[in-house]
């Protein structure tokens, strides 16, 4: 369950338990610094409301005013992810990572996929190994097989705030979160430590987490799908 403020009654206690100061070191260092900031907010508003996250940045003495400037911006870039919907980009990112298939083929594990990663039971599905699909019907799969995918996870993060786990997440986040809901199944995805960690708002353990989920020895492409995720997820 996530814990609020109140548990961790001192900056260091909150420093320590979030285990912020390796990330803040890297925060001083870092070219990239938006990336670092997306986690070290995620990890904030884990325990804090926004305005506390805000007012713990701008009195940490150990920040930079830029740092603080960093950290700040990034605060209303987290939402509830009732209030999101995957985005153009987040579209385009399923259908880049899938790519066009235009002539049917097995899967061997049973299935039989075509289009834009659309996938079947070869027993059940009106389409043969061989079938040459159209890029406009290979469309047409594609919105319905994402509108899937985002009803899926709409449900379990509904099901999580009926059991008073509310969490923020960022439009990358979300978008990726669907991205691994396509690609695996919403089913597969459920069990994932990924989703586990998530959960937690565990925000830091959820992106790394992401290299691993999921891979299969016959699908080896999926060890480079899965590194582009990790990078969606933690860049703002």
Same mark, same amino acid.
């Given at each position: 369950?996530?814990?609020?403020?109140?548990?961790?009654?001192?900056?260091?206690? *909150?420093?320590?338990?979030?285990?912020?100061?390796?990330?803040?070191?890297?925060?001083?260092?870092?070219?990239?610094?938006?990336?670092?900031?997306?986690?070290?907010?995620?990890?904030?508003?884990?325990?804090? /409301?926004?305005?506390?996250?805000?007012?713990?940045?701008?009195?940490?003495?150990?920040?930079?005013?830029?740092?603080?400037?960093? *950290? %700040? /911006?990034?605060?209303?870039?987290?939402?509830?992810?009732? /209030?999101?919907?995957?985005?153009?980009? @987040?579209?385009?990112?399923?259908?880049?990572?899938?790519?066009?298939?235009? %002539?049917?083929?097995?899967?061997?594990?049973?299935?039989?996929?075509?289009?834009?990663?659309?996938?079947?039971?070869?027993?059940?599905?009106?389409?043969?190994?061989?079938?040459?699909?159209?890029?406009?019907?290979?469309?047409?799969?594609?919105?319905?097989?994402? /509108?899937?995918?985002?009803? @899926? #996870?709409?449900?379990?993060?509904?099901?999580?705030?009926?059991?008073?786990?509310?969490?923020?997440?960022?439009?990358?986040?979300?978008?990726?979160? #669907?991205?691994?809901?396509?690609?695996?199944?919403?089913?597969? *995805?459920?069990?994932?430590?990924?989703?586990?960690?998530?959960?937690?708002?565990?925000?830091?353990?959820?992106?790394?987490?992401?290299?691993?989920?999921?891979?299969?020895?016959?699908?080896? @492409?999926?060890?480079?799908?899965?590194?582009?995720?990790?990078?969606?997820?933690?860049?703002?």
């Amino acid at each position: 369950m996530i814990k609020t403020f109140e548990n961790y009654n001192s900056e260091f206690l *909150l420093v320590e338990k979030l285990e912020l100061q390796p990330l803040f070191d890297q925060l001083k260092k870092s070219v990239n610094k938006k990336i670092i900031a997306t986690i070290i907010v995620g990890s904030l508003l884990s325990i804090l /409301n926004p305005a506390q996250a805000m007012n713990y940045i701008e009195n940490n003495s150990d920040l930079s005013s830029k740092d603080k400037i960093e *950290l %700040v /911006n990034v605060i209303p870039t987290y939402k509830y992810p009732k /209030n999101l919907k995957l985005s153009q980009k @987040g579209w385009d990112f399923i259908r880049d990572n899938e790519k066009f298939i235009e %002539v049917a083929r097995k899967l061997g594990d049973g299935m039989i996929t075509v289009g834009y990663g659309h996938a079947e039971p070869i027993k059940t599905s009106k389409y043969k190994v061989g079938y040459k699909m159209s890029k406009t019907e290979a469309h047409r799969l594609f919105l319905e097989d994402v /509108n899937i995918a985002a009803r @899926g #996870v709409k449900r379990i993060f509904k099901e999580w705030e009926n059991i008073g786990i509310k969490i923020k997440i960022t439009q990358n986040q979300y978008d990726v979160i #669907v991205d691994l809901a396509y690609n695996m199944g919403i089913s597969n *995805l459920r069990q994932t430590k990924f989703v586990q960690a998530l959960k937690k708002y565990d925000l830091q353990k959820a992106a790394n987490l992401i290299r691993e989920t999921g891979l299969e020895e016959d699908f080896p @492409g999926l060890e480079e799908r899965r590194k582009k995720e990790f990078i969606k997820f933690i860049t703002n």
